[in-house]
């Protein structure tokens, strides 16, 4: 469980380090472009930084030959959904119906992921956890909602079916991952470095491509701004170690539910960072989203039924 509450502990802190860039001079000229070459030098970054883990590891090889097998192919799969596809559809909805809406649902993510991972992997929840993770998804649903008259819907049923296509994207990505995990011939490791790299690749050749990003990518990415990404990548890809670990050990829909802690965690970095100070719901709701996810990813609360004794037991 450790493991996945310091994928959402790492994630804030890579939410936070990449605001920090987005509102730099370059990203700021980029206008609507800006999420999206962020992300491309993100996840770019970020397959760097696996490619100098994995070289420290000597894993290049094993890589290789983790990306031949089935699950290796699930892996690039995984990528798509969660890379380019989810993260494509969560940037137009926030342009489309405005980012309260858009939060509000992609934060049905780890919801979606437990229903998927209990059809596709038999992986069951009992009560309880269901009731945490039901709380949490609350927690980060009141978080993110800010009623703002500002913002206009000028496609609401395009916004909602991009916000949408985001969470089954991300939903999609874990359960696939834990598919993947299953064939001992791959680690969360490699899979990690499949997954950025393809994703990198995929944002450059086609994403970028298709909205005539390049020459306004090519004006960021040799900025300080750039280098601010290059840390937020650091952090992030340390995140995603921890979020494939916790996917392999405590499965995909307990891993979801400690990693959406980040919203939480993200208040603490932006006070220490940013000096912002938190609201009366930010905190409550902090408080209830790491709650809610802790119970949800843990097997240690007491809520089984007491077994029956046989016979001839004693009584303690």
Known sequence: MFTGLLSGVLWALDTVILGIALAMTPFENAAMLAPIISTFLHDLFSSIWMLIYMGVNKQYSNVIKALKTRSGKFIVLAALLGGPIGMSGYVAAIKYIGPAYTAIISA?????????????????????????????????????????????????????????????????????????????????????????????????????????????????????????VLLSALFGTASYLFYYKAIAKIGASKAMALNITYSAWSIIFALIILQTIPDIKSILCGIIIVLGSIIAASDLIPFTKPQKKSAGTPAS
């Open 108 to 228: 049905m993510f780890p919801g979606l992921g437990a229903f998927l991972s209990y059809i596709f992997l038999k992986e069951k929840m009992r009560p309880i956890q269901i009731g945490g993770l039901v709380l949490s998804i609350v927690g980060v649903i009141i978080m993110g909602y800010t009623a703002d008259d500002s913002v206009q819907i000028t496609n609401a049923l395009l916004g909602f079916g991009c916000a949408i296509l985001a969470c089954v994207g991300w939903a999609s990505e874990a359960v696939i991952c834990a598919y993947g995990f299953k064939d001992p011939n791959i680690t969360d490791e490699q899979a990690l470095q499949i997954r950025q790299s393809t994703s990198a690749i995929f944002y450059g050749i086609a994403i970028l491509t298709a909205m005539k990003a390049w020459p306004s990518t090519a004006e960021v990415a040799f900025t300080k701004a750039s280098g601010i």
